[in-house]
């Protein structure tokens, strides 16, 4: 029972235009969502959150969206870089515990 | 160090034999967190302490696995009766308090031969 699903396995997009990777989720209980990215042979490292109180939150380049109603999250990137080539992962966490359910992961290739 | 760390990064271990997976966590944090990860999939949460309580270890595979943080910093992740299926990536994180991120260690690759 997979309660966050990232359906893309992979993207690839051009560098300088925008990257959209996207996530749903399937359990309400669901309050807090996070976005990391991961290189080869390192621990996943943090990028950007947003609470279930808002739609939208911004950090630079990168912006998750967050649709309640569609249980469904995105991030944009924008716009991209080569750096920006890794994997992707979103994750939720429910109200009542800190533990966090990740996505299976979107690998992010940029090109020059 | 100012990240978590984990030890040893990397581990072999003959089908049988019991391992023991260390994390230190970033110093003052309050949550600390276990994961596996297989080949091609996320981070799937295995267990979660705060301090030194541990909370939920609701994703423990087996009763092979147990972990411990006895004084709420330093946890160790033991694997009894090692099995080919827990070849994985075992990933620490902590955290200052709810509702922030959690910060991840570079993991433990377990290859059981």
């Known amino acids: 029972d997979q309660q966050v699903k990232q359906n893309s396995p992979s993207l690839s997009v051009q560098e300088g235009r925008i990257s959209i990777l996207n996530c749903d989720y399937t359990n309400s209980m669901f309050d807090y969502f996070l976005w990391y990215k991961k290189y080869p042979a390192e621990g996943p490292t943090f990028l950007i959150s947003i609470s279930s109180i808002k739609d939208k939150n911004e950090d630079g380049r990168f912006t998750v969206f967050l649709n309640k109603s569609a249980k469904h999250l995105s991030l944009h990137i924008v716009p991209s870089q080569p750096g920006d080539s890794a994997v992707y992962f979103c994750?939720?966490?429910?109200?009542?515990?800190?533990?966090?359910?990740f996505g299976t992961g979107t690998r992010l290739q940029v090109f020059p | 160090g100012a990240g978590v760390s984990q030890s040893p990064r990397y581990k072999v271990a003959k089908r049988g034999q019991d391992v023991a997976l260390r994390c230190d966590p970033i110093s003052g944090h309050v949550s600390l967190f276990w994961y596996q990860q297989a080949l091609g999939q996320g981070p799937e949460f295995l267990t979660y302490?705060?301090?030194?309580?541990?909370?939920?270890k609701s994703g423990l595979p087996s009763d092979r696995f147990f972990a411990e943080r006895p004084e709420g910093s330093v946890s160790t992740l033991k694997i009894q009766r090692t099995q080919q299926e827990d070849s994985a990536v075992y990933l620490c994180?902590?955290?200052?308090?709810?509702?922030?991120?959690?910060?991840f260690g570079q993991g433990t690759r377990l290859t059981v031969v």
């Open positions: 994750a939720a966490m429910p109200y009542n515990t800190d533990k966090l359910i």
């Open positions: 994180a902590s955290s200052p308090a709810r509702d922030t991120e959690a910060f």
């Open positions: 302490f705060q301090n030194e309580a541990q909370l939920d």
